[in-house]
């Protein structure tokens, strides 16, 4: 049913949708594609799905189960308006089934695996995605294998699942070259590996729903944590997609991500207009734990397009931001919500939001989520050495 493509986003040759980390021709990294003519974001059907379904004709694969994740609240913020002198929007992510925007990242990877027949998922994770692809594949019928960083316990309830959770000694970069090693020897479906390009295409509809939730009309300016960059980078390709469809009137809001003062790869290159470097993550934001962010140069350039920026919170603000936003609120964001609400301050102070501009905060995860292992469930611990993980699974 799709009209989708993989193309390359170095050579540039398209290829139908299939389970591929990289182009066959040149190795570079793949993008879906659609052929734009014709597709209709707007629908007027009061029975489209009330989820991320709705847009359903601009995502690659379309699962049986159109019910969740997605179409979360966007809620005014009075006090903080108020306060701020600006028209602020929070759009909730911790409303989605799991409690964070990876529901959506999680929905569309295994709608990507059911049709591929990919009956196993594997990811790396520092929390949410782990939880949000352990909770669909539960779901659905599909084993999930999770590499955590052993220092990095994933989310509490991700252990109900009984989700085979391995606990890698190393950092989250670690496990994402150990989930490359196993890619090469497994037939699973990978997260960030061979169903990447179709799995991170989830993240966009928060611009949809967004704009749609505005009576089509966008935001002067979005600002989100960013990590990654994946939710970074589709929120501009979502935003790009709006004005190419003419489905929305308004000029493209400018993109703001917010990083941790312990692991800002994104804003220092942006700060310093240089191509991206790894860091060794030093911050307590588990979720924004990342130094070396797959969809970087993306998300960098994003900003950049918009007439945007990324900014680093010092690590010992982000604390007292995260309560602050509560107290002003009555959403209990986790951290990286109290980075992102950082990053807010920081930008009307210094004037990049303007008295009177309608701004989008999203809210990509909950507060209230409680991370460990349940006494009842031993993750397998392993180092990064792919033959220890090889045992673990039963297969060397
Ligand atoms: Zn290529």
């Known amino acids: 049913m799709t009209r989708a493509a993989l193309r390359c986003r170095l050579c540039e040759r398209t290829q139908p949708l299939t389970p591929r980390s990289t182009c066959p021709t040149c190795h570079g990294p793949l993008d879906v594609e659609y052929g734009l003519k014709n597709l209709a974001l707007r629908t007027d059907d009061k029975s489209a799905p009330r989820s991320m379904w709705r847009y359903a004709e601009l995502l690659p694969h379309v699962p049986a189960d159109l019910s969740t994740p997605g179409l979360t609240p966007l809620v005014e913020a009075p006090r903080l308006s108020q306060a701020l002198g600006i028209h602020l929007l929070l759009k909730l992510e911790d409303a989605n089934p799991t409690h964070s925007f990876k529901d959506r990242i999680a929905a569309s990877a295994i709608a990507a695996a059911q049709a591929f027949h990919l009956e196993t998922l594997c990811c790396s994770s520092t929390g949410n995605l782990g939880e949000a692809l352990a909770a669909r594949c539960a779901r659905v019928g599909l084993e999930t294998v999770l590499l955590c960083p052993a220092g990095d316990p994933p989310a509490l309830a991700t252990a109900t699942y009984r989700a085979k ?24 479906g990978f997260v960030e590996g061979n169903l990447h390009a179709l799995a991170s295409e989830g993240a966009k509809t928060i611009a949809y729903e967004i704009a749609e939730q505005l ?5 002067d300016a979005v600002i989100s944590p960013a990590a990654s960059g994946t939710l970074f980078a589709k929120l501009a390709q979502g935003f790009d997609e709006l004005a190419a469809l003419e489905a929305a009137t308004g000029t493209r809001p400018r993109l703001y991500g917010a990083q941790a003062g312990g692991c800002p790869p994104l804003a220092t290159a942006w700060a310093d207009d240089r191509p991206l470097s790894k860091v060794l993550p030093d911050t307590e934001v588990r979720s924004l734990a990342i130094g070396d962010p797959a969809y970087g140069e993306l998300a960098v350039g994003a900003a950049r397009m918009s007439g945007g920026a ?49 701004v989008v905060l999203v809210v990509t995860g909950t507060g209230l989520k409680p991370y460990g292992y349940d006494v009842d469930y031993a993750p397998q611990e392993v180092t990064s050495d792919v033959e220890d993980v090889l045992a673990v699974l039963g297969v060397s």
């Open 165 to 188: 959770i391995l606990r890698v000694a190393g950092t989250f970069d670690d496990c994402r070259t150990l989930e490359r090693r196993l890619e090469e020897l497994f037939p699973w």
């Open 215 to 219: 009576d089509w009309q966008l935001p």
């Open 310 to 358: 990324i900014y680093a919170v010092p690590e010992e603000e982000i604390a007292d931001s995260t309560s602050f936003f509560a107290q002003m609120t009555g959403v209990h964001a986790d951290s990286a919500g109290g980075v992102a609400f950082g990053a807010l301050l920081e930008l009307v102070r210094s004037g990049d939001i303007a008295p009177g501009e309608r």
